[in-house]
Nanobody
């Protein structure tokens, strides 16, 4: 049973930083790309960032490019999302997901396991 557990969310002022972590158990992540998505109240889930199996390629939504950085530590079975220069519009529940099939990194339907999410709230 693959489980993903996110942590590191919280309340931060605009301009601040947070680092999210996603620990995966039950299966090594070394064979899978990984991604982060978010969902704000009343809005659909949206892609935030993804990282390839090797970590050599990363992908970002335009809204976070230059502010967020995704990384992975396969030895720790952990994926990270460093979030800098946070804005109130970044407020959402952030989900970690494992990419389980070929296809776009940006599409949630290509991810097969999801965490329960961690709340990020950015105050103005």
């Amino acid at each position: 049973q693959v489980q993903l557990v996110e942590s590191g969310g919280g309340l931060v002022q605009a301009g601040g930083s947070l680092r999210l972590s996603c620990v995966v158990s039950g299966r090594t992540i070394s064979s899978n790309a990984m991604g982060w998505f978010r969902q704000a109240p009343g809005k659909e889930r949206e892609f935030v960032a993804a990282i390839s199996v090797s970590g050599s390629s990363t992908y970002y939504a335009d809204s976070v490019k230059g502010r967020f950085t995704i990384s992975r530590d396969n030895a720790k079975n952990t994926v990270y999302l460093q979030m800098n220069s946070l804005k109130p519009e970044d407020t959402a529940v952030y989900y970690c997901a494992r990419k389980g099939s070929a296809g776009s990194y940006y599409g949630g339907r290509f991810y097969d396991y999801w965490g329960r999410g961690t709340q990020v709230t950015v105050s103005s």
